[in-house]
């Protein structure tokens, strides 16, 4: 599976971003797929998770009410849309791709990495 990401960019505080994923392959649809993010200095942290099926979806608490996580099966596409963002919330962006992922929120649980988007959110 490759990823693409994209759709970050420079934002107020306040406002609102949707990234984007793209995978490539047949079996998008068999993968669990969660965002990352990591800031200068900073180790990679966990964002959202959603399950294969979009059924289950899963969030840190940082981002919780604010960050909404999707997915289109038929596109082969992962979405995050958030909104109220902080200027906390800059960083990197990645998202990633995994089978039967169990600890969906460390980054060893994923196969597949995309290059990462740059957020940046003033205040």
């Known amino acids: 599976v490759q990823l693409q990401a994209s759709g970050g960019g420079l934002v107020q505080a306040g406002g609102s971003l949707r990234l984007s994923c793209a995978a490539s392959?047949?079996?998008?649809?068999?993968?669990?797929m969660g965002w990352f993010r990591q800031a200068p200095g900073k180790e990679r942290e966990f964002v959202a998770n959603i399950r294969w099926s979009g059924s289950t979806t899963y969030y840190a608490d940082s981002v919780k009410g604010r960050f909404t996580i999707s997915r289109d099966n038929d596109k082969n596409m992962v979405y995050l849309q958030m909104s109220s963002l902080e200027p906390e919330d800059t960083a990197v962006y990645y998202c990633?791709?995994?089978?039967?992922?169990?600890?969906?929120?460390?980054?060893?649980?994923?196969?597949?990495w995309g290059q990462g988007t740059q957020v940046t959110v003033s205040s």
């Open positions: 392959g047949r079996t998008f649809s068999s993968y669990d």
């Open positions: 990633a791709a995994g089978r039967g992922v169990i600890r969906y929120w460390s980054p060893s649980g994923y196969a597949y």
